[in-house]
């Protein structure tokens, strides 16, 4: 049985916060002046979600989006709000296991309207506090609707900046393991096509935020009337370029790793497959010789010692010079 969702929220009158906060007089609160509001849903139903899209006056499809499972990252702007969704990033612990993902996704959907901001959740692993104490930090009450949206996607960036941070020292760690001679076993490679698709999924939700960020801040509803924001957009989107440089570069560098392991694998298994070959050529002198001596007719020295002294220090001459020249030649 579906549980109810976690409905939280806060107002704010005159820049201060209230007490009075109900979910079922969010129209009224948006209707007055000198009010900001904020809106979270924690795993909604469907029922719940378009009740609230029909008193907001919400697109249907982006309410639709807002509960999809695998919504891409964008920002859609209407009449009356704009739409958008972002995906914030969890680096899991270091004690987790090589084998399981590094990254998880949190999708996070949000409505801008007005005078609030309706976000919504379809699990409760990201934390909404974060949010808020960022809010309180940049006195976003203040300074209306888009200084919410802007700590929220502050946030989420700096979580693609830890994700993009742990990816980087793992692919050191990798490094540090290509040429220690273990690079073939079977952990280094899963570790590395890991780490492959951890980027993969990373720079899915990371590149599309400079759009996202672009749209948003040119579709304020209160673009005059939030100027002091300004600097603070134009530094949110200089860390999503950071990002999204960052996380190109990592992929060239965990291609190239991988690439370099193969190279090495190749030169190891050429140097062995030389080692063998020279060996090979070695072994085969007493053979061929104890193989000619071995005969069932008469020859030079059959039946008797010089014979067999003979023979024997052919192999042993033999083999000595065919040790040095490989020796001389690094085949060995």
Same mark, same amino acid.
């Given at each position: 049985?579906?549980?109810a969702?976690?409905i939280?929220?806060?107002?704010?009158?005159?820049?201060?916060?209230?007490?009075?906060?109900?979910?079922?007089?969010?129209?009224?609160?948006?209707?007055?002046?000198?009010?900001?509001?904020?809106?979270?849903?924690?795993?909604?139903?469907?029922?719940?979600?378009?009740?609230? !899209?029909?008193?907001? @006056? %919400?697109?249907?499809?982006? #309410?639709?989006?807002?509960? $999809? *499972?695998? =919504?891409?990252?964008?920002?859609?702007?209407?009449?009356?709000?704009?739409?958008?969704?972002?995906?914030?990033?969890?680096?899991?612990?270091?004690?987790?296991?090589?084998?399981?993902?590094?990254l998880?996704?949190?999708?996070?959907?949000?409505?801008?309207?007005?005078?609030?901001?309706?976000?919504?959740?379809?699990?409760?692993?990201?934390?909404?506090a974060?949010?808020?104490?960022?809010?309180?930090?940049?006195?976003?009450?203040?300074?209306?609707?888009? !200084?919410?949206?802007? @700590? %929220?996607?502050?946030?989420? #960036?700096?979580?693609?900046? $830890? *994700?993009? =941070?742990a990816?980087?020292?793992?692919?050191?760690?990798?490094?540090?393991?290509?040429?220690?001679?273990?690079?073939?076993?079977?952990?280094?490679?899963?570790?590395?096509?890991?780490?492959?698709?951890?980027?993969?999924?990373?720079?899915?939700?990371a590149l599309?935020?400079r759009?996202?960020v672009?749209?948003?801040?040119?579709?304020?509803?209160?673009?005059e009337?939030?100027?002091?924001?300004?600097?603070?957009?134009?530094?949110?989107?200089?860390?999503?370029?950071?990002?999204?440089?960052?996380?190109?570069?990592?992929?060239?560098?965990?291609?190239?790793?991988? =690439?370099?392991?193969?190279?090495?694998?190749?030169?190891?298994?050429?140097?062995?497959?030389?080692?063998?070959?020279?060996?090979?050529?070695?072994?085969?002198?007493?053979?061929?010789?104890?193989?000619?001596?071995?005969?069932n007719?008469?020859?030079?020295g059959?039946?008797?010692?010089?014979?067999?002294?003979?023979?024997?220090?052919?192999?042993?001459?033999?083999?000595?010079?065919?040790?040095?020249?490989?020796?001389?030649?690094?085949?060995?």
């Amino acid at each position: 049985m579906r549980t109810a969702p976690a409905i939280q929220g806060l107002v704010w009158r005159c820049g201060e916060p209230q007490k009075d906060f109900e979910f079922d007089r969010i129209s009224d609160y948006l209707s007055q002046d000198d009010t900001l509001v904020w809106v979270d849903l924690c795993d909604p139903d469907h029922d719940t979600l378009r009740g609230l !899209a029909q008193e907001l @006056g %919400l697109n249907y499809w982006a #309410v639709e989006d807002a509960v $999809a *499972a695998a =919504e891409r990252v964008k920002a859609t702007a209407y009449a009356t709000h704009t739409f958008f969704t972002v995906y914030a990033v969890d680096v899991a612990d270091e004690t987790a296991p090589n084998t399981e993902p590094m990254l998880s996704m949190r999708p996070i959907s949000a409505f801008v309207l007005a005078r609030g901001l309706v976000t919504v959740r379809l699990t409760s692993d990201f934390d909404m506090a974060q949010v808020t104490r960022r809010w309180q930090e940049i006195g976003a009450q203040r300074y209306g609707v888009g !200084a919410l949206v802007h @700590g %929220l996607l502050d946030v989420v #960036v700096d979580s693609h900046f $830890a *994700a993009v =941070e742990a990816l980087d020292d793992c692919i050191e760690a990798i490094e540090d393991d290509l040429f220690d001679g273990n690079a073939g076993r079977q952990d280094f490679h899963r570790r590395t096509f890991q780490m492959r698709r951890d980027l993969v999924n990373l720079r899915r939700v990371a590149l599309p935020m400079r759009e996202v960020v672009n749209s948003i801040q040119h579709h304020r509803l209160h673009a005059e009337a939030e100027r002091e924001l300004d600097p603070l957009y134009a530094d949110l989107y200089d860390h999503v370029l950071r990002v999204s440089e960052w996380t190109e570069s990592l992929r060239d560098m965990i291609t190239t790793v991988f =690439e370099t392991n193969l190279s090495l694998q190749d030169a190891r298994l050429n140097t062995v497959m030389k080692k063998l070959t020279g060996w090979a050529a070695i072994i085969a002198v007493p053979t061929a010789i104890t193989g000619y001596y071995g005969q069932n007719i008469p020859y030079p020295g059959f039946g008797s010692s010089a014979g067999f002294i003979v023979s024997s220090s052919v192999i042993v001459v033999l083999m000595i010079v065919l040790y040095v020249t490989f020796r001389r030649r690094d085949w060995l």
